[in-house]
């Protein structure tokens, strides 16, 4: 490989890495947020020890979130100055309201709810866990417009070669914008249901706490439920403007080739193991469906594969304007898989709840457990084809990925520090995964301050509410 391809998977596996702790993270704030609220509406001490168990979890995921997430900035400058010298401009508004606005507020009031149990009046307590709540959507908000100006660039002129801001409400909210952050938002949400679902599940089988985790079980399959739903709902209309705005994402996605009027939606299709491979030998298709999807019609025309290259040649210049259509057809099926399985676990939760026997269910309770990896599933799937579909740029029609990198590092340099990266992402995650599982193990804290064991011995059991500034 050369230090362009290496410069691209290096910034491709660190992303994937680093969004599935910031999913679970944003979704997890919104869970302890609304427990801790619950504990202050109603005093029920098992809401406080929800609260204080999932918040463990939420530190986790944001402490591995911090690390990943600063690390990955350094590639900018390291492996895509010339990427960096053209969207500066542009990407300073967004990026210094996730920086300042938003990420040093999730970390001041994120310290502050950490350290703050006894502390801080129980109000303002509850309000730090909730601005927090906020902080992540605004940085959520910021780091996709910045993402979405990729796909889509508007507000902006080329003045000597670089692209310049002249608009930073039409960056703020490109039309993707608002779209791809209700996905990326509900699909986040629906992430951390899952992660609530799973740990409460586990418990269950093993009958402890089940006072506490089976009402928590039946409120996480509602929630994880409405999530599910409004992440495809806003994923769709994300797609059907993606056929506007990136048709070759799309076409791409259904290995569609021939322009077709009453388009059908590919089930299964198998090509040659090539980046543009030509039309696959199999695929079996129900008919007018993609159509019907696309724009409730079952006549309207899709654009192919051959048509789009072409109009890109035309455009562009010589190339292959094509991305790699194998990836992008089955990233697309990964991504709607994933969610459709967590729908229909948990419609099938709710249909257990409804009836009394939810928490009964040992083949419910085991699905969920190890539904846990299916959110990580469908945000690989996601972010790939959104990203990958974007091929052969790096800023949709304005600056190809291969003009993009920086000219004078060498292929060892940055095969050195991809192997330093994932060395040191894989060792973060692995203990974070450790001791997320001996947290989950131990379980929730008990009712009442444990007495201090003597002098000398070590503690066992559950961690007591006495103990949790050590916890921490």
């Not at 406080?48 to 979890?57: A, E, M, P, V, W």
């Not at 799309?250 to 939606?265: F, N």
Request: charged fraction near 15%.
């Amino acid at each position: 490989m050369n230090s362009l391809e290496l410069a691209r998977w290096q910034f491709g596996l660190t992303t994937l890495i680093h969004f599935a702790f910031v999913a679970t993270s944003i979704g997890l704030v919104f869970w302890v947020a609304a427990l801790q609220t619950r504990w202050h509406r109603t005093g029920e001490d098992r809401y406080l020890r929800l609260t204080r168990f999932y918040g463990k979890l939420l530190l986790l995921s944001f402490a591995v979130g911090v690390v990943t997430g600063l690390m990955q900035t350094f590639q900018f400058g390291m492996n895509w100055s010339r990427f960096s010298r053209y969207v500066g401009d542009i990407f300073g508004a967004p990026l210094a309201l996730e920086g300042l606005a938003a990420f040093f507020v999730e970390a001041i009031f994120l310290g502050l709810w950490m350290f703050g149990w006894g502390r801080l009046p129980r109000r303002l307590h509850l309000a730090s866990i909730w601005i927090v709540a906020v902080a992540t959507c605004i940085s959520a908000f910021a780091i996709l417009a910045v993402n979405s100006w990729m796909q889509h660039p508007v507000g902006y002129e080329i003045v000597d070669g670089r692209a310049q801001l002249v608009d930073v409400w039409a960056v703020l909210f490109n039309a993707t914008v608002g779209l791809t952050l209700g996905h990326a938002l509900s699909a986040a949400l629906l992430t951390g249901t899952v992660v609530v679902l799973a740990v409460a599940s586990w418990h269950l089988l093993r009958g402890r706490e089940v006072a506490v985790f089976g009402p928590l079980a039946g409120v996480a399959v509602k929630v994880g439920l409405v999530a599910g739903i409004a992440a495809l709902v806003f994923g769709h209309f994300q797609g059907v403007l993606a056929v506007e705005q990136q048709p070759m994402k799309m076409a791409a996605a259904e290995a569609l080739y021939r322009t077709e009027s009453g388009a059908g939606l590919s089930v299964l299709a198998v090509g040659e193991l090539a980046t543009n491979p030509g039309e696959p030998w199999l695929n079996i298709k129900i008919p007018s469906l993609l159509s019907l999807v696309n724009d409730l019609s079952t006549s309207s025309t899709f654009r192919g594969i051959n048509e789009l290259e072409a109009e890109a040649i035309l455009k562009h210049g010589p190339g292959d304007y094509v991305p790699v259509v194998g990836l992008m057809y089955w990233s697309f099926r990964a991504m709607i898989g994933a969610g459709m399985a967590l729908i229909l676990l948990m419609a099938v939760g709710c249909w257990l709840a409804a009836r009394g026997r939810l928490t009964r269910s040992r083949r419910f309770l085991n699905v969920a457990v190890w539904a846990a990896v299916l959110p990580q599933l469908g945000q690989v799937g996601g972010w790939i084809l959104r990203e990958g579909g974007r091929q052969p740029w790096v800023v949709e029609g304005l600056l190809r990925t291969d003009m993009a990198d920086s000219p004078n590092v060498g292929a060892w340099t940055v095969a050195l520090s991809l192997v330093a990266f994932l060395a040191i992402y894989g060792a973060v995650a692995w203990l974070a995964g450790r001791v997320a599982a001996h947290e989950i193990r131990e379980g929730l804290e008990d009712e009442a301050p444990a007495t201090a064991p003597p002098d000398g011995a070590p503690a066992r059991g559950p961690r007591s509410t006495g103990d949790l500034a050590l916890t921490y």
